[in-house]
């Protein structure tokens, strides 16, 4: 994998959450269709919608959540990330988002996001991060291995993976 790259943290603006919101929940809808979890995209997009609203009652704002714009060295907006305190249990973070755009994946800054991100958990006092990936998505999935997540549970079309910080 490669040499971490630089990135910065910034938090999400309302307008920045406004356009968020939009994207994201098309964006899981899809992955939901294309992991085989739904098949039909508007049973995809209400399922995506609704959570989305569950993550964020109060929108950018919602307590103990951490949502932050991924900035390169160029100052160029690259992606968003976050976390919030797992529903599922106590001192452990739940990502909740981890995207970079298509034109910068590839360089690095996926790994450099989510090693900063578990340093902000870590600094925050959870002792562990919990994600869910989609096993088709086998870039992301391969990441998260190769930064120390351990799958814990296996689902048909995706796993909950995790790692002590």
Not at 50 to 68: H, I, M
Not at 74 to 92: H, L
Not at 128 to 151: D, H, Q, R
Request: aromatic residues 16%; glycine residues 6%; charged residues 30%.
């Amino acid at each position: 994998m490669k040499e971490s790259v630089y990135v910065e943290f910034i938090r999400m603006t309302d307008e920045e959450f406004r356009k968020f919101s939009k994207w994201s929940v098309r964006s899981y809808a899809k992955h939901l269709i294309k992991s085989g979890a739904q098949k039909s995209y508007i049973k995809a997009y209400f399922a995506s919608r609704s959570e989305f609203s569950d993550v964020f009652p109060e929108g950018a704002k919602t307590s103990n959540n951490y949502l932050y714009v991924v900035k390169n060295n160029n100052n160029e907006k690259i992606g968003v990330i976050g976390y919030q305190n797992s529903p599922f249990e106590d001192n452990a973070a739940f990502v909740i988002e981890n995207v970079i755009k298509e034109e910068f994946r590839g360089k690095g800054y996926g790994k450099s996001a989510l090693l900063k991100l578990q340093e902000d958990a870590k600094q925050k006092g959870f002792s562990k991060m919990v994600l869910n990936a989609f096993k088709y998505n086998t870039v992301s999935y391969n990441m998260y291995e190769k930064c120390g997540f351990v799958v814990i549970e296996d689902y048909e079309d995706s796993v909950i993976m995790e790692k002590y910080l």
